[in-house]
Every structure is written in structure tokens, then in C-alpha cells.
């Protein structure tokens, strides 16, 4: 049975809130301020950043947990507000529509999946790496305001 990309992007983003040692340094998260608002980006911004300071510590595997988790809790709260005006889509599915501005990113862990509003690509991935790699000034908090307030002048 094949899940539906906008179920499996929501059980995904559901995965941060999960077990203990279900993601990296988890510890440096209190997941119970996690309730899918904007607000709560905040502590994922918080935690980034002290993975951010501990990044030399992690392996490939690790970081691109943190980034898939972190990612997908960020889309599943700019969709939360509005999910059929936001739809999660695979890179594949974002080429036959977004054609080849989407082609000519490449297919990585930062656009594997996205999330469009029938006007405009989100790339909710690429806030956490980013993050991890430039800090603060990539705020997955910022990503989302601006995302939603965009969305509400519609």
C-alpha cells in the first residue's frame, strides 16, 4: 500500500515529538513545547543551534535525521493553518510542475520533498541545513512567518 506523500510528510514531522532516542541530542529539545504552532519553532531554532555548536560530533547519518525531522515539523506547521491551500510533493512530482527551475536544483535532502501553495515552491528541508551550517540568521521560526503571512495576502 503506497502512503500518500502528504500522510507520510505529517507522520514525519510528528517524529521530533517522539521517542527519546528517536532523534540526535534530543535532550537539548523540551519536545513537549512542540504543539505544530509558529511559536513553537522557536525551541526547534534553539536546539538547531546547539547542534550547530556540537555538528563536528555528529555523523552524516545523524545530521540528516535532524534535518529531516526539523524540516517536516517546520512544513507540517506552515500547512497546519491552511492544508489544502499547502501539499507536500516529491522532487519528482515539483518537476512536472515547477519544470526545470526545479530540474536545476538537483535532487537532494534539501528539496526530496516540497511543500507548493499552486503559486510558490517552500523548501522546508533546506531551513534546518542551512541553519546548521550558516545559525541563526536561517530561522526556521522566520521561514514560517514569512511563508504564512505571504499566504494570508492572497
Known sequence: MKIPVGELMRCMGLMITGAENSTPYLKYLNIKKLDFTVDSLKYIDEYLLKIRKIKKKLNNDEILLIIVRCGTYLGEVVRKPNPKKFSWMTYESACKVGGKFIKSLGKNIQNCYVLYDGKTFY?????????????????????AKVALDKNLNY
Open 123 to 143: 523548501f522546508p528541508l533546506s531551513k534546518p541545513w542551512k541553519f546548521i551550517d550558516e545559525g541563526s540568521s536561517q530561522s526556521l521560526w522566520g521561514f
